[in-house]
C-alpha cells in the first residue's frame, strides 16, 4: 500500500511527522506538504505561477502552494504510481462545523477523494501539539479499523477530530455529524508602521449546532469524532423552487 501524505501546517510540522511515522506501519509513505503554514487555504489551487517541488528528504516534497497543489501535483506528476490512501495533519486545530470549509487539511484530503481514492483528515482539538502520540496513535487505529472493514466500493472522505487527551481515557470512536458555528467576530482595525488601516480577522464564533450527535458534542465528552464528508454542494431541496424563479428565455431574448 502507498499513502500520500499532506497538512496545511507545513512539512517540517510535528503532527505530519507524527502522522507519517504512524502510517509507515502501513505501507509506503510520501509525504508531500506546503512549504509554510497554509492554514485556511480551503481547497485553493495555485494558478498564476509554476509551483517548486523540492525533495527535502527521501520521499518528502515541500511544495511552495497550497495543501491542494501538493495531492493534486503528488497525483498528476510528481509521483510514479497513484496512491491508495490519502492521509492528512494532524493539524493543530479543530477542524469541526463549518471549520471544515476553510481547512487547508481537509483540503487535502478532499483533494484526493476527488482523484478516486479514499481519503482522511486528523485534527487534534487544540492547538500546540499536547498529547500528540496519543493522536498519532488513535490515527494508526482508525486507519487499520478502515482498512480492515471498509468494503469495496466508491471512496470515502472522513474528518477526524482527537480530543487532546491521553489515549487510554478517551472515552471511544463516534461517528457524527457536522455541527455548527454562530457568524464570526468582528475584524479588529490597526494602524501599520506606515499609517495605513489593516484588519485582522476576528475569531471563529462559538458553537450553534453542538447537539449530541454533532463532531462538536463528541470531542466535548472526550471521544474521537469521525465524519463522513460529501462534496455534493447541490441544494436538492431548492431545485424545484429554483426553477419557478426563473423564465427559460432571458429578458434581452423574448420575442427574438
Not at 13 to 37: D, K, S, Y
Not at 150 to 167: C, D
Request: glycine residues 10%; negative net charge.
Amino acid at each position: 500500500m502507498h499513502i500520500l501524505i499532506s497538512n496545511d501546517d507545513g512539512y517540517s510540522a510535528r503532527g505530519i511527522q507524527a502522522l507519517a511515522a504512524a502510517m509507515g506501519a502501513f505501507g509506503e509513505v510520501t509525504v508531500c506538504a506546503p512549504e509554510h503554514n497554509q492554514s485556511g487555504a480551503s481547497n485553493s489551487l495555485t494558478l498564476q505561477m509554476p509551483l517548486r517541488a523540492t525533495e527535502v528528504a527521501h520521499n518528502v516534497f515541500a511544495v511552495s502552494g497550497t495543501p491542494s497543489d501538493c495531492v493534486h501535483l503528488a497525483f498528476t506528476g510528481l509521483l510514479r504510481s497513484k496512491p491508495d490512501l490519502v492521509v492528512s495533519g494532524i493539524n493543530s486545530g479543530a477542524n469541526m462545523g463549518d471549520d471544515t470549509m476553510y481547512s487547508g487539511t481537509v483540503a487535502a484530503a478532499v483533494e484526493g477523494f476527488q482523484f478516486g481514492v479514499d481519503a482522511i483528515a486528523f485534527s487534534q482539538i487544540d492547538r500546540g501539539w499536547m498529547e500528540l502520540e496519543s493522536a498519532a496513535r488513535v490515527a494508526s487505529d482508525i486507519v487499520r479499523q478502515f482498512l480492515e472493514r471498509k468494503s469495496s466500493g466508491e471512496p470515502v472522505l472522513l474528518n477526524v477530530n482527537i480530543p487532546n487527551m491521553p489515549y487510554s481515557v478517551l472515552s471511544g470512536v463516534q461517528v457524527t455529524r457536522l455541527g455548527r458555528r454562530h457568524s464570526a467576530g468582528g475584524v479588529f482595525e490597526e494602524i501599520d508602521p506606515r499609517g495605513e488601516k489593516v484588519y485582522w480577522l476576528g475569531r471563529a464564533g462559538d458553537p450553534k449546532d453542538q447537539g449530541p450527535g454533532t463532531d462538536f458534542y463528541a470531542t466535548a465528552h472526550g471521544f474521537v469524532s469521525v465524519s463522513p464528508l460529501q462534496i455534493d454542494l447541490t441544494q436538492y431541496s431548492q431545485l424545484s423552487p429554483a426553477a419557478t424563479w426563473f423564465d427559460e428565455a432571458l429578458p434581452g431574448r423574448e420575442g427574438a
